[in-house]
């Protein structure tokens, strides 16, 4: 046991530092080491470990199954095309073995594993290498065999699933590249799987009614993600999986009907068929989504026709009911059929020729799109109105009504519906009755607004114009219903509970509209309705309720969407003060909440992101969506001896004081955010940062040397980039003092050089960093780390020197050369400035120095790299 372990160990070493995500198992190579190589040729290794698996006990057999694993992923340039080619006939044949003998596949642990075996086949191997192995018609043969077996027996070891259903996906995604002249035999096994899938999970419903076992339907990411794969297994000889589906699809419709019209009907019975009806409608779903165009043919578009006219017929048959009974699990199916369908044949790249719109004409008398789209929106209200209560219904709804209103083409068409015009006009009335919101206390209940007011934000965008009269009809409800907050807020005594959700409630659908409108003339309509007549309520929320994430969060994400210059929307007159006056309420909006949120004291960890980060996260967006915008002039604040955007620096370096370095990178929301706003802070306000206190300024300088060697590369990008702006002032500074006859330096430069020569190791741990990076990582963003690079050396020349002779000593005798080389290379040519030529030529240099490196470093056996994998 323990040399297996430490064979498992061996095989599973990261060897080149990629630190591939662990929870993810579909693509993994092993980069074995060259100096490997002879144990992998020698066939009897792999034999060993066949040999081990039929001859030990079963509680040690999982582990030698997982190293087959493993040794099945070796990297394909360990071998040449033979040598690959044995290795793998070799492999099949151990397959085909323990498929002839399966007695332990019983123990659930060796099933696991054999059946990632199975799947690392394909992944790793190519269809046209495996139907070229000896035994290949026999071993297909065997695995379609067990993966029917497997999939006959849904109870057992539900989650390996997934494993035999990635090798067939990949199998029958391979079909139309195989070039090799032997026989893939998949036309053959392929509707049996496909069959096998879809015939036990339809049984499996009376089962799990019958015993009250736990439903895989109440996994929706699970059955998601199983029929992610079946939609291309299902494809492969569509017409019998659609001959199959049709077949079953009317005797369980049929009976369904008539269970309804019979009065003796037991409600198992019904449940049974809605169950069996929702795997059905999901699986319709998924194989109508598996259609690639340019593998599509009419006679495939002719069944896909079939099975949607069945899914729309079963569908007015459950809305006839709705208001006496309806199926929770059955609606969910239909909405994911209903996003398939939308993908494929809905919007501006579909064939309006389709042979489907052909069948839907015949059958269900919809001619074309348009009448198609009012199906889609009959079923959205139909679902607002019935389904309310039920969020998860709901939100998918929304978010399917959200969908179409993207498309160029379909959202003009989706203008034109009269359902949709009534959505647009009486759309505060009816949405609350739609939602059941006026009976919830819980005010999470209402986030399902602000996606149907993003959506209804868009269809108004399409015929809007620069009609007023139509913006301010659309927006009277919204307007009254502000009104009536000012009211409260105006009395000393008033329904807190009430206050909140009717704030919380129109935040929401805000936040919506002004998503949506990103266009200037409708923005400009919405920033002058809510300024100023309205922002002072959303100043007193924060005021009030400042402790209560459940209000803060929405109005300050509203106040983040509106100060966020989304396609240039935000463009102000010439003579216009807006973009100041803006600014101005985004700064007392941070300074209020900033302030008040920081007086919690001390927070439970397991609270500290929803009660104190979050907000945070959001004001460090909202700020840095501000700074960036352009549409303020900042100068003229310190002219005029306003204090907004001090104020709004102040609040952001205290919140960030409050916050510890490893939350920082904990938590991506607020790294994100973090390291953005700091981005924008280091490229426009340098003088901001250079007059910080000494250990405000180490704290910053500390937290991007972490975030350089963070697993987000848009947090390490960010690093890069604050990094750069920071060496660069720092290099200009340096400059201007040494040069004669110039204006002294700045009282906040001459400090922040002050702070700096103090603590070298700061920056010069930095370009260690960022130079150990490039040479030994897998480095994802090499231009990035390039730009800061340079500034770091100029800045730290002797650091660099020696930093350098440490990195070429640590080379074997024989290398040292070659690697000295390479840095003489690095810096020639390059002058001691940073202007734009210069650097292009350092990141020019360091493209060709990465690459000499790794050629240097190949099959050394010194240093931390071990880059012979790569040979």
């Known amino acids: 046991m323990q040399l297996l372990k430490l064979t498992h160990n061996c095989l599973n070493f990261d060897f080149i530092g990629t630190s ?65 080619a044995k290795f793998l006939s070799h492999l099949v044949d151990g397959v085909k073995r323990i498929l002839e003998n399966p007695q332990s596949l019983s123990d659930p642990n060796n099933y696991h594993e054999f059946c990632r075996l199975l799947a690392r086949l394909k992944s790793n191997y190519q269809l046209g290498e495996l139907v070229k192995v000896e035994n290949y018609p026999e071993v297909i043969r065997l695995i379609a065999n067990f993966t029917v077996t497997s999939l006959q027996h849904w109870e057992f070891a539900p989650n390996s699933v997934h494993y035999l259903l990635s090798l067939w996906q990949r199998l029958a995604a391979s079909v139309p590249y195989v070039k090799a002249t032997e026989p893939h035999m998949l036309e053959t096994y392929t509707p049996e799987v496909t069959k096998a899938y879809i015939t036990s999970r339809l049984e499996s419903v009376h089962i799990i009614l019958r015993d009250g076992l736990e439903d895989p339907l109440d996994d929706t990411g699970l059955v998601q993600q ?78 896909d026709g079939e099975l949607v006219c069945r899914v729309l017929q079963l569908m007015n048959l459950t809305d006839s009911r709705l208001a006496q009974a309806g199926n929770e699990k059955l609606e969910l199916a239909m909405l994911s059929f209903f996003e ?34 009012s199906v889609f929106i009959g079923k959205i209200i139909t679902n607002l109105k019935y389904w309310g209560r039920c969020e998860p219904i709901t939100s998918k709804t929304l978010q ?35 939602l059941g919101i006026n009976n919830q206390s819980n005010l999470t209940d209402m986030r399902c607004r602000t996606t149907f007011y993003t959506a209804l934000g868009r269809l108004l965008m399409v015929d809007l114009g620069e009609d007023e009269d139509q913006y301010e009809q659309f927006m009277l409800p919204l307007t009254a219903a502000f009104e009536a907050v000012a009211q409260m807020f105006s009395t000393n005594t008033f329904n807190e509970q009430e206050a909140k959700r009717t704030l919380v409630g129109l935040v929401r659908d805000l936040r919506g509209i002004a998503f949506a409108f990103n266009a200037k003339t409708s923005f400009m309509m919405l920033f ?84 104190k980060l979050k907000g945070i996260s959001i004001c460090f967006s ?31 370096i205290k919140l960030l004081l409050s916050i510890p370095h490893s939350d920082l990178l904990d938590y991506p929301k607020l790294s994100q955010s973090y390291y953005s706003l700091l981005e924008v802070l280091t490229q426009d306000h340098m003088n901001f940062i250079a007059s910080l206190e000494p250990h405000v300024i180490m704290y910053i300088l500390s937290s991007i040397s972490e975030g350089l060697t963070a697993l987000d590369t848009m947090v390490c990008t960010g690093c890069c980039s604050c990094l750069d702006h920071i060496v660069t002032y720092l290099f200009k500074q340096l400059s201007r003092s040494t040069k004669k006859r110039t204006t002294p330096l700045s009282q906040e430069s001459d400090r922040f050089l002050h702070i700096m020569q103090q603590h070298p190791e700061m920056i010069q741990q930095m370009l260690s960093t960022v130079l150990n990076i490039i040479i030994f990582e897998d480095c994802r963003n090499q231009w990035s780390m390039s730009r800061p690079l340079l500034g770091l050396i100029l800045l730290n020349e002797k650091y660099f020197s020696d930093l350098r002779n440490s990195i070429v ?39 060709a120095f990465r690459r000499e490196v790794n050629d240097s470093m190949k099959n050394s056996t010194y240093g931390v790299n071990s880059n012979d994998m790569m040979s």
């Open 528 to 611: 002058e309705w809510i300024y100023p007549s309205y922002m002072p309520i959303l100043q007193r929320a924060i005021e009030l309720w400042y402790h209560d994430p459940a209000c803060t969060t929405p109005v300050l994400k509203l106040m983040a969407e509106l100060v966020h210059n989304r396609s240039q929307r935000l463009q102000f007159d010439v003579s216009s003060p807006n973009g100041i006056l803006l600014f101005r309420e985004t700064s007392k909006m941070i300074t209020t909440y900033g302030n008040r949120i920081l007086t919690l004291g001390e927070v439970p960890k397991d609270q500290v992101y929803a009660l």
């Open 340 to 373: 398939q369908f939308r993908k494929i044949y809905i919007g501006d790249q579909v064939q309006k020729s389709s042979k489907l719109y052909r069948r839907l004409s015949e059958v269900l008398g919809l001619s074309d799109e348009t009448m198609v789209l």
């Open 226 to 303: 199983q029929l992610d794969q079946l939609s291309t297994i299902g494809r492969c000889e569509y017409e019998k999986t659609c001959a199959l589906l049709v077949q079953l699809f009317d005797q369980s419709a049929q009976t369904y009907q008539e269970l309804l019209q019979s009065a003796t009907a037991s409600p198992m019975d019904i449940a049974v068929q809605e169950g069996r009806l929702t795997w059905l409608v999901y699986i319709i779903g998924s194989v109508i989504g598996g259609r690639v165009s340019f593998a599509s043919t009419d006679e495939q578009d002719a069944m």
């Open 809 to 847: 000593n640590s080379q074997p005798p024989e290398k040292q050369q070659a690697m000295h080389l390479c840095f003489e290379n690095l810096m020639e040519g390059i002058e001691r400035n940073l202007l734009t030529k210069n650097r292009d030529r350092f990141t020019q240099n360091l493209s």
């Open 20 to 84: 591939t995500d662990e929870s993810s198992d579909d693509l993994c190579t092993v980069q074995i080491p060259t100096s490997w190589r002879s144990a992998f040729l020698d066939s009897s290794t792999l034999q060993l470990f066949f040999d081990l698996y039929h001859s030990i006990p079963p509680s040690f057999s999982p582990l030698v199954l997982s190293c087959l694993v493993q040794i099945a992923s070796v990297r394909r340039s360990l071998f040449n095309n033979a040598e690959r």
């Open 622 to 652: 909202m700020l840095k969506a501000a700074l960036s915008g352009s549409y303020v002039n900042f100068g003229v604040f310190r002219l005029y001896g306003d204090d907004a955007l001090d104020n709004a620096l102040q609040t952001f």
């Open 400 to 434: 399917l009504l959200n969908d179409l209103s993207i498309g160029y083409s379909s959202v003009r068409k989706l203008v034109k519906l009269s359902a949709v015009q009534f959505m647009l006009n009486n759309h505060t009335s009816e949405h609350f009755s739609f």
